[in-house]
């Protein structure tokens, strides 16, 4: 269901744009659709009063909660069925935060990653994007909402840009709020800067060498380190807000002294924030997490050599490890 279906729906029935953005505000707020003192009798036509109950519960079971699982750090993972009984993950971060999937699987195959190893099974729709939000202030205030779940985002743009507009215009969400993640591809820099909602950027860089970036990444589009980092910078300096790099730092693989130079090279002088996250190791899969002091050197080297870095818990890690593995565990037999 995508958003501009809803919209559809609403204006066959009568809606006009002030009516629709009533019903999709107080939808993507999760208030009732009776909310405030203006109530649907005086303001929204009779007709779309009348499909308003049979709506909401429609909108309602975009995202159901299948399952909640809280993390010793605040934050808690939520399994999410969507309306075909496919399911994903959504996690409540601390300090307000959400962070969202925007598909079923993942077509980019990250090496490291458990939803990587299943391939992509489908996109997840702007409704069904927002559906999450709504769902996830059921039960928390939400801020800031990240796009660093399941799937690559940039795989499903239409989508995920349709889900962002509404979320800073009507969902109450500050545009530096909002947090489009991406291993990377160039229509993102062709498409984001053309929004009336310009999100802030989180580049999943893992390593400065192209060779072993397209052995993590199999599948993520062929772009260098260095052209990935210089357009992340030219919409950092055009929105204002820095770029956020990602690394999740795999133990003897991309840990190295190589990586660190190769690291200052590309981001010294920046307007950049690495973000080195520790790998979440999994049974299923052969990588390692560094002990956490190295981790935390890195970290300081970095910092001495003029690179903004913060080393970072992924969240929930005490929940069934990495984002994907408990839609994974979910799909095991009951026995397993
Ligand atoms: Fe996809 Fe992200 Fe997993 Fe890579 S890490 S396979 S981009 S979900």
């Known amino acids: ?86 399911t994903v993950e959504s996690v409540l971060l601390p ?20 939803t990587g190893k299943e391939g992509l099974v489908r996109q997840v729709t702007s409704g069904e994007i927002v559906a999450q939000v709504a769902l996830a202030r059921t039960r928390r205030v939400v801020k800031k909402v990240v796009f660093m779940g399941m799937g690559e985002p940039s795989h499903n743009l239409e989508n995920v840009l349709e889900a962002i507009d509404l979320l800073g215009t009507v969902g109450n969400i500050g545009h ?33 060498r192209p060779a072993l970036r397209a052995e993590l990444l199999p599948r993520a589009p ?16 055009a929105t204002g807000y820095p770029i956020q790099y990602q690394w999740t730092l795999l133990e003897g693989i ?25 790998y979440n190791a999994v049974p299923e899969l052969p990588y390692q997490r560094p002990a956490w002091e190295k981790a935390a050197e890195i970290a300081r080297t970095l910092h001495r050599a003029g690179v903004l870095t913060k080393l970072r818990h992924s969240a929930g890690q005490d929940v069934d ?16």
């Open 1 to 86: 269901m995508r958003i501009e279906t809803l919209r559809q729906r609403l204006r066959e029935h009568g809606a006009r744009p002030l009516h629709e953005q009533r019903v999709l505000r107080l939808w993507a707020q999760a208030l009732p659709q009776d909310h405030g003192r203006r109530k649907p009798e005086d303001f929204l036509p009779e007709a779309v009063r009348a499909m308003l109950p049979a709506f909401t519960d429609e909108l309602a079971g975009l995202a159901r909660l299948k399952s909640e699982h809280p993390g010793e750090d605040g934050s808690a993972r939520l399994l999410v069925e969507l309306a075909d009984g496919q």
């Open 95 to 114: 300090r307000d935060g959400l962070c969202v999937s925007t598909q079923v699987g993942c077509a980019v195959g990250c090496v490291f990653c458990m």
């Open 176 to 208: 530096k709020n909002l947090v489009f993640s991406t291993v990377g591809d160039p229509r993102v820099f062709e498409h984001l800067p053309r929004g009336r909602v310009k999100p802030a950027l989180a580049l999943s860089l893992h390593t400065t």
């Open 222 to 237: 062929r772009m260098d380190p260095a052209e990935l980092v210089e357009l992340g910078e030219a919409y950092a300096r």
């Open 254 to 278: 991309n840990d190295g002294p190589d990586e660190i130079e190769g690291i200052v090279r590309l981001l010294k002088g920046k307007y950049a924030l690495m973000n080195l996250i520790p």
């Open 321 to 336: 490890g990495g984002c994907g593995q408990l839609r994974a565990r979910a799909a095991l037999p009951k026995a397993q």
